[in-house]
């Protein structure tokens, strides 16, 4: 993971902004636009207290008043509109930003995604993405409203004296930049180990729901629980420094706004005592300041907040700029399938040597069996040949064409592949076949299943295609989730089928169906991964892998 500062994580969180700057700018403009008639309320305020003083300021009373109750009312107004143009890129940001990483996930699986915590990474797109929320709609225009709205009061201030406006220069940069910057370096270490602490929980309380069956078979539900309340003591404690803080940085913010208006007071009496200015000098300018540090106060709130906006921002990043480890090929060759070769292939995971040297002919229209002890690199080579990962040494050839030179997209329509485990989803039965065909008909999506020895079980369900299947699949059996596996690949029709124990899980006459079904298939070239003597009888070719080699 990257290390990055605060600046370069807000940075590149505005730069997801540009395709919304329009309405950002209209935001920033309605803010504003609200601040300062909400300042020229209180300013105008001030006006008509010179009148009745009888020190008039130009302004007639009743002109003072008829303003005021038009800032009043446009002020409501603006508000509503920076806050509804504020939401309206907030949450369309959010929804772009989650097409984003599904993007960028989609990218880095499957190589970069095994071993990854899937309650992390649910955490990420769920609550972490919902965080931004807090950046995108109450920080960015903020922070440049309260500049500009800074700016203009300064110029106001200014024009009675120079010194008074240095004093509220000073009092705006402690308010709006020193105490935030202050409060979110002390803050950011809490906020992302609560961050991190949150993903964690997510990860540790999925693996408990998953594994419930377990935990209460061996009796392990009090030292599970346990586990949940240290985490938690640990996430509190993390929440509770950056609240404190929170807490901290609005007592001292109170106290510097309060400092700032006394010293503006004492400034003003100093060059009124001199003649530098007159009554109305000294009152315009303190009540304008008084009254002006809302949008910085705003900024200044941020502070707590902020550190885990950054924190969740910065895990957002982390998804986002991650280089995926085998790049798509978008602008390849469209390969037609006339048979493939493995030539001198060998690969590692990190510094687990697990093919080594291998060669291997898969010839068209036969089945091809590879046999072997488990971890032996079996399942490591379909992965390869479907290009999941890229090998470090040698090359794998699919119609005389490397594979890093087809188009991925041809490559995935070329292939079928099935594996141990059959991922299903939570929808139904049909829905779960279309994943490998979604325009396929109804008689194409039987006559896959008829091929899996899937199709009679299916209709004995009492709502046979249209039959809900349970999270992860869990409503079904192992054998019953491995031939729906096997039926999508049917589906698929795909002229290359890669097969990764697809019996394991069978009784011996659905086996045989299946095989038989493949055996048929005089069109398809299959290249089957199994252990079982029974299953390789069917292959034409039998490669046996012993420590990553083929003998």
Not at 525 to 548: C, F, K, Q, W
Request: glycine share 8%.
């Amino acid at each position: 993971m990257k290390h990055r500062s605060s600046a370069k994580i807000m940075g590149s969180l505005i730069g997801l902004v540009k395709p919304l700057a329009p309405f950002m700018i209209l935001a920033i403009l309605m803010g504003v636009a609200g601040f300062l008639t909400a300042i020229l309320i209180t300013v105008f305020g001030g006006f008509a207290l010179l009148e009745v003083l009888e020190n008039p300021a130009g302004i007639a009373l009743g002109t003072v008043f008829s303003c005021v109750l038009l800032f009043a009312v446009a002020r409501g107004f603006l508000r509503y509109a920076e806050q509804a143009c504020n939401h309206y890129i907030a949450f369309k940001l959010l929804a772009l930003i989650r097409d984003r990483v599904f993007g960028a996930l989609r990218k880095l699986a499957p190589a970069k995604l095994e071993g990854r915590d899937r309650g992390n990474l649910i955490s990420i797109i769920t609550s972490d993405i919902e965080l931004l929320e807090v950046f995108y709609a109450h920080t960015i225009s903020p922070c440049c409203i309260a500049v500009i709205v800074s700016l203009l009061m300064l110029i106001f201030i200014g024009s009675f004296h120079g010194a008074l406006a240095l004093v509220a220069l000073v009092g705006y940069a402690v308010v709006g930049v020193l105490v935030p910057y202050v409060i979110s370096r002390r803050t950011r270490r809490s906020g992302d180990a609560f961050r991190a602490e949150f993903g964690d929980m997510n990860a540790y309380f999925m693996d408990s729901l998953r594994g419930l069956r377990e935990i209460l078979q061996y009796d392990m539900g009090q030292e599970r629980g346990e586990q949940i309340g240290i985490r938690t003591q640990k996430m509190s404690e993390n929440e509770e420094e950056v609240k404190r803080q929170g807490g901290l940085s609005s007592a001292v913010t109170g106290f510097l706004i309060l400092f700032f208006t006394l010293v503006m007071l004492l400034v003003e009496g100093l060059l009124y005592q001199q003649g530098s200015i007159g009554f109305e000098g000294v009152l315009i300018p303190v009540i304008t300041m008084a009254s002006s540090f809302g949008p910085v106060l705003a900024v200044a709130n941020l502070g707590s907040g902020l550190a885990q906006t950054l924190a969740a921002g910065d895990r957002v990043l982390d998804i986002l700029e991650e280089e995926p480890q085998v790049q798509e090929v978008e602008t390849g060759k469209d390969a037609i399938f006339t048979g493939a070769r493995v030539e001198d292939v060998s690969f590692a995971y990190d510094q687990d040597t697990i093919l080594q040297h291998m060669n291997m002919e898969i010839c068209k229209g036969q089945i091809t069996g590879i046999s072997g002890p488990s971890g032996s690199g079996k399942s490591t080579l379909l992965k390869l040949l479907m290009r999941f990962w890229d090998t470090e040494q040698g090359v794998i050839r699919i119609s005389e064409t490397p594979i890093q030179e087809i188009r991925t997209k041809s490559l995935r329509k070329m292939e079928s592949y099935v594996t141990q485990e059959t991922q299903l989803f939570h929808d139904s039965i049909e829905n779960n076949l279309r994943v490998a065909k979604w325009d396929a008909t109804r008689e194409e999506i039987e006559e896959a299943c008829k091929k899996a020895a899937v199709h009679d079980f299916i209709l004995s369900l009492p709502k046979g295609y249209e039959t809900m299947v349970g999270e992860l699949g869990s409503t079904l059996s192992g054998g019953e989730r491995q031939r729906l596996g096997v039926a999508r690949a049917f589906l698929h029709n795909a002229p290359l089928i890669l097969l990764d124990e697809p019996t394991s899980n069978l009784d011996s006459l659905n086996e045989s169906v299946i095989l038989k079904s493949l055996k048929e298939e005089k069109e398809k070239t299959v290249v089957l991964v199994s252990h079982r003597p029974s299953t390789m009888r069917i292959a034409d070719t039998v490669y046996s892998v012993e420590n990553g080699r083929l003998s």
